[in-house]
């Protein structure tokens, strides 16, 4: 029931849109989950690590506070 927000990713593979499918897997490689995602890959990696609070600091605006928000996230 929780959003996943970007200080709790650790690394962004591939390259995809906002509002791509994009897989979550744990550090071992195993999807946890499939979401839409509400950043680009390239702003993705800048954001990762990083509170949602510093989103608009880095990148110049704010879409949303979540990578993936809960609505748009279902576990595998």
Not at 10 to 23: K, M, P, T
Request: net charge negative; aromatic share 4%.
């Amino acid at each position: 029931g929780r959003s996943l927000l970007p200080v709790g990713v650790s690394e962004v593979r591939g390259e995809f849109e906002r509002g791509a499918a994009v897989a979550c897997c744990d550090s071992g490689g195993n999807e946890l989950a499939r979401g839409l995602v509400n950043y680009s890959a390239s702003e993705s990696r800048r954001i990762l690590r990083r509170t949602s609070s510093d989103i608009e600091s880095i990148l110049g605006y704010v879409n949303d506070d979540e990578l993936i928000h809960r609505d748009n996230l279902i576990l595998v």
